[in-house]
Structure formats: C-alpha cells, structure tokens
C-alpha cells in the first residue's frame, strides 16, 4: 500500500536555530513530489514541487530537496513566523496525491 | 484576485442531516478536488472532477456526493449515510490532473452533533 511518512511529527526551534524535516514514501509510479505550508484552521498553501532525484528548490528560509525515496525541507535560521504545520505529498502514477500527516513546528522567540 | 473560495467557514448540522459545502474558483483551472482533514492525519481524498459534468471517487467517497454543472464550482454534500461526518473539509484546483500543483481554498469545518 502506497504510504508517506513525515517525520518529526512535532519539532521545537529556537528563533535562528536550523533543522530539516523528512518526507518518505513507498508509492509506486512517482510523478512528482509536492510540500505545503499550513497554518491552524486554513487550507494548505503551495510551497515547492520537485520532479526528479537531485532536484533543489528555494524560497527565503526554506529549501526542498528531493532524493529517489525521500524529500528534505530545509529550514534555515527560522523565524517565529515559520511556525507552521508542513505537509508533503507524493503524487503517484494516477496522478493521486498521497498526504503525509505533516510536521508541526514551533519556532520561537 | 485570482483564488478558491469555500463557504461556510464553519457549519453545525444535527446528525441525519444532509448538508451542501460551497467551492468556488476563479483561476480557469479544470480540476477540482474534495478533501477531508482529521487531526493527526494526513488529507484523504473525497472525490475530484476533471472536466464539467464528469467526476470521479475518491478513496473515501462513502457518504458524499459531487455535481459539476459548472467550471468554477464543485460543491460537495455530505449526507446522513456519511458515518463520521464531522471534520475539516478542503477544497482544491490545479490546472488538470496532470503533473500539476493543487492550490487550496480557506476550508470549511463541519461539526456534526
């Protein structure tokens, strides 16, 4: 059965303090891999999508990188306001997305 | 502006109710989508819809149903056969179904008593 695993599944920084978070799969026919920002009681909010091994994406703080069977979302020197639940999906060969049940960080001060 | 639009925000039925959730789009985008939250886990997919007047299940179909009588709209009813409706309701639009990211709109939580 196609399954995504995110973990931590809660993480505590410190304000400037950087870590990563890990998205892993065993979904069959990968089509691309997709990461989301969501915030309590708002939909998710589109962040990166990566379609191959080796692929990098960034935005300000974060940075998304892709391997064959697993995803990284690099956070770097974070801010209170990155305190987010983030989410990772898979999309397999139905072109399905598979949800993680995300990683829910607090930054703080 | 360019988005997804749900309506309500918040909604309270009695149990054995039927109720309709609104899902509205601007963005010219052929695909629609139906998704539930629950805490804890990750988004599960209700049902989605390719093109007008054609959708497809979902992995949890069970208890909803879809029209799509137009290209911006998608609402979803959740019915009295839907065993655990309550939760956090999510509504999403790509391009098509294609290699595609989906943008969300701000959720509907539906809480049944």
């Known amino acids: 059965e196609d399954q995504v695993t995110q973990s931590p599944e809660a993480l505590r920084l410190q304000e400037g303090e950087s870590s990563s978070l890990n998205c892993s799969y065993t979904v069959s026919g990968l089509r691309g891999l997709f990461w989301y920002r969501q915030d309590p009681g708002k939909g998710p909010e589109f962040l990166f999508t990566?379609?191959?091994a080796g692929e990098e994406k960034e935005k300000e703080r974060l940075k998304a990188t892709l391997t064959k069977k697993e995803s990284f979302l690099h956070i770097t020197a974070p801010k209170p306001e990155d305190s987010a639940t983030y989410l990772c999906a898979w999309m397999d060969s139905s072109y399905k997305l598979i949800f993680g049940s995300g990683t829910r960080l607090l930054v703080r001060p | 502006d360019g988005g997804i639009t749900q309506s309500p925000k918040y909604l309270f039925r009695k149990e054995g109710q039927n109720v309709t959730l609104s899902c509205e789009q601007n963005l010219n985008h052929d695909a629609m989508y139906w998704y539930r939250q629950d805490p804890g886990q990750g988004l599960r997919l209700i049902y989605y819809?390719?093109?007008?007047?054609?959708?497809q299940k979902g992995d949890i179909a069970e208890g909803y149903s879809v029209s799509r009588e137009k290209k911006e709209s998608f609402p979803l009813t959740v019915t009295s056969a839907q065993k655990n409706p309550t939760a956090f309701y999510l509504c999403a639009s790509s391009v098509d179904r294609g290699n595609y990211e989906q943008y969300f709109g701000p959720g509907t939580r539906l809480t049944v008593t």
């Open positions: 819809s390719q093109i007008v007047n054609d959708f």
């Open positions: 990566l379609y191959s």
